[in-house]
T-cell receptor, first 112, second 110 residues
Framework: QQQVKQSPQSLIVQKGGISIINCAYE??????FPWYQQFPGKGPALLIA?????SEKKEGRFTISFNKSAKQFSLHIMDSQPGDSATYFC???????????FGAGTRLFVKA | DGGITQSPKYLFRKEGQNVTLSCEQN?????MYWYRQDPGQGLRLIYY???????QKGDIAEGYSVSREKKESFPLTVTSAQKNPTAFYLC?????????FGSGTQLSVL
């Protein structure tokens, strides 16, 4: 019930294309769903986050789509750039709780 | 510069040795965390602390110990009981849901 399942494990996209990463969760008590971006040798950094009261959130080229009934959410990177090449983690957390549960990560490579 | 400072960047452990990873923050956050990252496995929670002088076990606490004597500092000791310590260790702090991470320590076994 605590798991967050993420797919695909790796992704190769052409420059200018759309990158899509999917996540699914089980615990309906989760109410905060962030995406973190990690470059090699660095710690993750928050990219964008959503709460279940909205179905979509957009920040620049990054969009989260959220489907509460299916318990799924996804990250879309529009006009993908080589600088977007990194590992992306979805996560889930319950407000008031102290544990953030992470997916296994997706390694994205954007070909120039 | 506000942030999380982890040291050292690289650390090597000999058989039977305890090693301590340092984590310092100047963000004035109450909560601090230690995560372990293995290739293809995401981040797993080792320990977390909500306030000074208090800490809780995470999902993989066996073979690790922590202390929280000051708000700014949350060191992690990898003991000899941890038989597979090779991993990338990440410290984080948070004021609420958002996590702020340090740059990590890569621990390897000699």
């Amino acid at each position: 019930q605590q798991q967050v399942k993420q797919s695909p494990q790796s992704l190769i996209v052409q420059k200018g294309g759309i990158s899509i990463i999917n996540c699914a969760y089980e615990n309906t008590a989760f109410d905060y769903f962030p995406w973190y971006q990690q470059f090699p040798g660095k710690g993750p950094a928050l990219l964008i986050a959503i709460r279940p009261d909205v179905s979509e959130k957009k920040e620049g080229r990054f969009t989260i789509s959220f489907n509460k009934s299916a318990k799924q959410f996804s990250l879309h990177i529009m006009d993908s750039q080589p600088g977007d090449s990194a590992t992306y983690f979805c996560a889930a957390r319950r407000t008031g709780g102290f544990k953030t549960i992470f997916g296994a990560g997706t390694r994205l490579f954007v070909k120039a | 510069d506000g942030g999380i400072t982890q040291s050292p960047k690289y650390l090597f452990r000999k058989e039977g040795q305890n090693v301590t990873l340092s984590c310092e923050q100047n963000l004035n956050h109450d909560a601090m965390y230690w995560y372990r990252q293995d290739p293809g496995q995401g981040l797993r929670l080792i320990y977390y602390s909500q306030i000074v002088n208090d800490f809780q076990k995470g999902d993989i606490a066996e073979g690790y110990s922590v202390s929280r004597e000051k708000k700014e500092s949350f060191p992690l000791t990898v003991t000899s009981a941890q038989k597979n310590p090779t991993a990338f260790y990440l410290c984080a702090s948070s004021p609420a849901e958002k996590l702020f991470f340090g740059s990590g320590t890569q621990l390897s076994v000699l």
